[in-house]
Nanobody, 125 residues
Framework: QVHVAESGGGLVQAGGSLRLSCAAS????????MGWFRQAPGKEREFVAA????????NYADSAKGRFTISRDNAKNTVTLQMISLKPEDMAVYSC??????????????????WGQGTQVTVSS
């Protein structure tokens, strides 16, 4: 069992920045492909970004590409989502997820096994 916890959400104006952090338990953190998802009210949860076990490869949704950066520090069991140029459309609950079971895909909810409770990101226009 892996415990995942997000932090760093808050209220920002459009065009502002936020840095989300995700802390995961376990000595096998480096074996987990990690991802960020978000869910806005009335919408389904959608993929935002993912990072490989070593951090050498990243994957971004089109909406995040060029504005969001995912990174990880396996020594600290953390993954970070740096968000800049935030838009009202980015307002959602952001969740961090760990891929405990290996998969060649990382854009679907079912590709991940462990989830955090989420952190709220609010963007005012």
């Amino acid at each position: 069992q892996v415990h995942v916890a997000e932090s760093g959400g808050g209220l920002v104006q459009a065009g502002g920045s936020l840095r989300l952090s995700c802390a995961a338990s376990g000595r096998t953190f480096s074996t987990y492909h990690m991802g960020w998802f978000r869910q806005a009210p009335g919408k389904e949860r959608e993929f935002v970004a993912a990072i490989s076990r070593s951090g050498g490869m990243t994957n971004y949704a089109d909406s995040a590409k060029g504005r969001f950066t995912i990174s990880r520090d396996n020594a600290k069991n953390t993954v970070t989502l740096q968000m800049i140029s935030l838009k009202p459309e980015d307002m959602a609950v952001y969740s961090c997820a760990a891929q405990g079971i290996y998969s060649t895909r990382d854009r679907c909810l079912t590709d991940y096994d462990y989830w955090g409770q989420g952190t709220q990101v609010t963007v005012s226009s």
